[in-house]
């Protein structure tokens, strides 16, 4: 029997506004390229791209996945609050007039905020006229109702995607390695279907993602810093002019100490602020993609009191630095084996900390026991799901003997449920 997602008449309509404009997805198993330097306890580094494990710590050797998720912070700038929702990807259009997009308050006389609502700008807004926030709250869009989504499978997506999702990532096909493996030759195969598909199914597209220390071009490391600085304003430039409507994007994957791009000194290395060259990867993604959701995604954030606070001071630099960030994405990876209430601690710590939403970006259950899965399952998406400042949940894969981690699946290839799946299922009503 064909599911469908029940939301509030609200937010359908206002869900069905947003994508007027269109949405847009990653697909080997394996999330990761070469070493992934795990320097969390109990979770490890990231596997190849063609998905042996990398050199994370002892623990969890090659565990972590890198990050879909984070989503967006959006209040309106010309009025009260445009963007209540909870979405991490589905960042409408900010600043643009008309109905508020996301649910919650509207902007003073019906219309959100002005041209100053873009995060960063600090104009004007044209309704209200209100000042622009200078890059915190107000920007990114207006994030829709908080969804649950997933990722492509081996690179695809399969037929019965929407039966079950309201939002994609691409696993492997948004990643620079993928789309330009040879300088200036890009394939945009992979990406244009999961966007295609977004748009054509009414669902966010979040882009995984621009810049991290795995699975970028081979040919970049031996660039001069000049022609290295080129190329990632290039590759940030050609996405977002191919896809202006995407809602969600994951700029900057897994931060030092998990990772660390070849070409960060051409970016402005450490600087001021210690993450100078996160502060432009931002900087870039907010003016080729004004209207995305910027998000900074990592993980063992919510499993690990040290990675939490570490994250906390990276978002906390580049805030001060003018990086027009608009949430956290929060893997996940590892939470399953952690108390739920700690988990809801860490991902608290994250918002009240930084002023921004979370979005889970990479769930999985890595449980081989199916009655045990399910009671993870329950309790720790309960807790995201009731939580005010998780905004959108991605789970990473679902199709078992497919996914990154080998117990995650959720149903078989034939589209058999395990009980995680079908509890999760009744609980969305889907």
């Not at 990722?151 to 993928?178: C, H, L, M």
């Not at 990867?281 to 990592?298: G, K, M, R, T, V």
Request: with cysteine; net charge negative; charged share 15%.
């Amino acid at each position: 029997m064909k599911r469908s997602c029940r939301e509030s008449s609200l937010e359908l309509v206002l869900l069905g506004a947003l994508f007027l404009t269109g949405c847009s997805s990653d697909a080997t198993s394996s999330e990761g390229g070469g070493t992934g330097g795990a320097t969390s306890a109990g979770y490890g580094g990231y596997g190849t791209s063609g998905g042996s494990p990398g050199s994370g710590d002892a623990s969890n050797a090659g565990a972590s996945g890198g990050g879909a998720g984070a989503g967006g912070n959006a209040s309106a700038t010309g009025g009260t609050n445009g963007a209540g929702g909870v979405a991490q990807t589905n960042g409408g259009v900010p600043g643009t007039g008309g109905d508020g997009l996301g649910g919650a308050d509207v902007g003073a006389g019906g219309v959100p905020s002005g041209s100053g609502g873009a995060p960063g700008d600090g104009g004007a807004g044209s309704s209200g006229g209100a000042a622009g926030s200078g890059g915190s709250a107000g920007t990114g869009g207006a994030p829709p109702a908080k969804f649950c989504g997933n990722i492509t499978t081996q690179g695809k997506v399969r037929s019965d995607f929407a039966t079950y999702w309201d939002q994609i990532t691409p696993e492997n096909e948004g990643k620079w390695g993928s789309v330009e493996g040879t300088r200036n030759q890009m394939n945009w195969k992979g990406l244009d279907a999961v966007h295609d598909y977004a748009v054509q199914h009414g669902i966010p597209f979040k882009q995984h993602n621009f810049v991290w220390g795995n699975q970028q071009p081979g040919w970049i490391g031996s660039l001069s810093q000049a022609d290295q600085r080129a190329e990632v304003e290039e590759w940030i430039r050609l996405f977002c002019e191919r896809y202006p409507d995407t809602q969600m994007i994951d700029v900057v994957n897994e931060p030092p100490p998990h990772t660390t791009p070849s070409y960060t000194a051409a970016l402005g290395g450490a600087g001021a602020s210690g993450y100078d060259w996160i502060v432009q990867a931002f900087q870039w993604a907010h003016q080729y993609c004004p209207n995305s959701i910027l998000i900074l995604n990592d993980y063992n954030t919510i499993e690990y009191g040290n990675d939490n606070s570490h994250f906390i001071d990276i978002v906390q630099r580049i805030q001060k630095a003018g990086a027009p960030i608009h949430a956290i994405g929060a893997q996940a990876h590892a939470a399953f084996n952690v108390p739920t209430d700690t988990v809801k601690g860490y991902i608290d710590a994250l918002a009240s900390s930084t002023g921004l939403p979370v979005y889970i970006s990479e769930y999985d259950i890595n449980v081989a026991d199916d009655g045990q899965q399910k009671n993870v399952m329950e309790s720790q998406f309960t807790m995201f799901w009731t939580d005010p400042n998780v905004k959108g949940v991605t789970l990473w894969g679902y199709v078992e003997g497919a996914t990154w981690l080998t117990n995650t699946g959720l149903i078989s290839s034939a589209g058999q449920e395990r009980p995680a799946m079908t509890w999760l299922m009744q609980y969305l009503n889907r």
